[in-house]
């Protein structure tokens, strides 16, 4: 069940109100938060709720000395806007006093289709605090367009739930003919007769700002199609499985590609939803090897079909492609196997030849971390979390074995153990499952949710020396926390051998 609040601030010189759709298992915690960003405010000034002479308020400034005061983090919506018209008031800043009425419209079924929160109408743009102001847009905004800002902004608050729903954008039938057209003119160029998969031809993409860096398969005459690894990412997760075969050596390779792929397969070989889309848009294809298939390949994500971008992107790519594949002969000749150089076709369809030491080098260099946290994340986790409490831990992200799927038609991703132990002791303080961390802001966001969970910021973090503490480090420094990097974690260590005796991972 949803609630439809319509909430207004009193006494302000021009309308100023938001119409947000909440669940009703919200608490005032977390209804306080969403208030927080949909009217712009800091966080940075005491706030109470009151309903008929209760107070529903924060552990904060003793506000709980009250006797009939409840805590905002036990009570939820349900229990005090019951009926449509049910009313409740909100004040921030008890110094300045403003006030905003929260009035229940109305009561319905859980929208599938709608992320909570979510925002639905909106008046009144320029916040009326100076401070934020400053950090608000600087233009006016319409109505429509604040009510995109503002749900932007409440973005933040889905990653709260591990199972929250993402939704991937289809191709329409005209994006799909096109892939499909610049496919079938691939497959009939047919540049597996000339081409070994170790001989990449580059391809600047726009899209990407980056190559695409495209490996011919079929000449051993198994399997037929282009896979494209997509900018420096891509080029390092082709290096890795060049160096270790996936299929016998290490098979947790064939899921840290980051690449979109053609295949020209078997009827049989496809999938129903594959078959059904050929059908659908009236397509035609018989015998071996003649039915195309479009895989994204994503690093900790098993492989799935395309979604929009991927498909406009792999359209642009192949176009290119196969424009530099109809002007140039003795391919084998032009195109260098792995080695010193690999070939690349520039933005102007120039062909050139790049250092693959070069490329190795800037693939390799430590990232331009920027920390994809808001500010009022920032003030929030200030307030809530004031001093560290002492404690040395160690840290570790742990990758599982089994698949999970947020939603049945959702691409299922395998996901991280994030896990928390006390040094010296090996006491375990915390874990919890991780989605996303293969790139920074997926450890920065693991990290930053653990910390404002657990309400505790530790004296200093010791952390495997790999990538995951590369990527955490900015976050380390933001909040002033030392960041230990080392070869060996005794506590992690005997986390993972007990992991091992109760089951696979």
Not at 12 to 28: A, C, G, M, N, Q
Not at 418 to 437: N, R
Request: glycine share 4%.
């Amino acid at each position: 069940m949803v609630l439809q609040l319509k909430i207004s601030i009193k006494d302000v010189d021009y309308p100023k109100w938001r119409t947000l759709i909440v669940s009703d298992e919200t608490t005032f915690e977390a209804l306080h938060l969403y208030l927080q960003t949909a009217f712009a405010w800091s966080d940075s000034h005491l706030h109470l709720f009151s309903q008929n002479g209760v107070s529903i308020v924060p552990e904060a400034g003793n506000l709980l000395d009250n006797p009939k005061a409840i805590n905002e983090k036990q009570a939820v919506l349900s229990d005090f806007l019951k009926n449509p018209g049910d009313q409740v008031t909100y004040i921030y800043d008890l110094g300045d006093d403003w006030q905003h009425e929260i009035i229940l419209e109305q009561k319905a079924d859980l929208p599938m289709d709608v992320p909570l929160p979510f925002c639905l109408e909106a008046e009144g743009d320029m916040p009326l605090e100076q401070e934020s102001a400053d950090e608000y847009i600087a233009d006016l905004m319409t109505n429509d367009e604040l009510v995109m800002y503002i749900n932007e902004q409440l973005g933040v608050f889905y990653a709260d739930s591990f199972f929250a729903r993402e939704e991937e954008t289809e191709p329409n039938e005209a994006e799909w003919n096109e892939l499909y057209d610049v496919a079938d003119q691939l497959k009939k160029r047919k540049p597996w007769l000339e081409l070994y998969d170790d001989q990449l031809i580059a391809v600047w993409s726009d899209e990407l700002n980056d190559y695409a860096y495209c490996s011919v398969m079929g000449s051993a005459g198994e399997s037929y199609g282009v896979t494209c690894f997509l900018g420096s990412k891509g080029l390092l997760s082709f290096f890795d499985i060049l160096e270790s075969d996936p299929y016998e050596e290490n098979p947790t390779l064939l899921f840290n590609q980051y690449s979109v792929t053609v295949d020209f397969n078997n009827r049989e070989d496809l999938d129903e939803e594959e078959y059904e889309l050929i059908k659908r848009l009236g397509r035609k294809y018989r015998g071996k090897y003649q039915w195309p298939s479009f895989v994204s390949m994503i690093p900790d994500q098993l492989p799935w079909m395309i979604n929009q971008e991927e498909c406009l992107l792999l359209t642009d790519i192949l176009l290119k492609l196969n424009a530099f594949l109809s002007d140039t002969e003795n391919l084998s000749e032009k195109v260098p196997s792995f080695g010193n150089h690999l070939l690349a076709v520039r933005e102007n369809g120039e062909s050139v030849l790049l250092s693959t030491d070069e490329l190795i080098q800037e693939a390799l260099q430590d990232p331009v971390l920027e920390l994809e946290l808001s500010e009022i994340e920032w003030k929030r986790m200030k307030k809530k979390i004031p001093a560290v409490n002492g404690k040395e831990v160690e840290l570790a992200f742990i990758q599982t074995g089994e698949p999970v799927q947020k939603t049945p038609d959702s691409r299922p991703f395998i996901p991280y153990i994030l896990v928390l132990i006390e040094c010296g002791t090996g006491a375990v303080l915390h874990y919890d499952l991780a989605e996303s961390v293969y790139y920074a802001e997926g450890v920065q966001e693991a990290v930053y949710r653990l910390f404002d969970k657990i309400e505790v910021l530790p004296a200093a973090v010791y952390m495997f020396d790999d990538s995951f503490a590369v990527n955490a480090e900015p976050l380390f420094e933001k909040l002033s926390i030392p960041l230990v990097k080392t070869e060996e974690l005794e506590g992690v260590e005997q986390f993972i051998e007990m992991m091992g005796e109760d089951g696979p991972f």
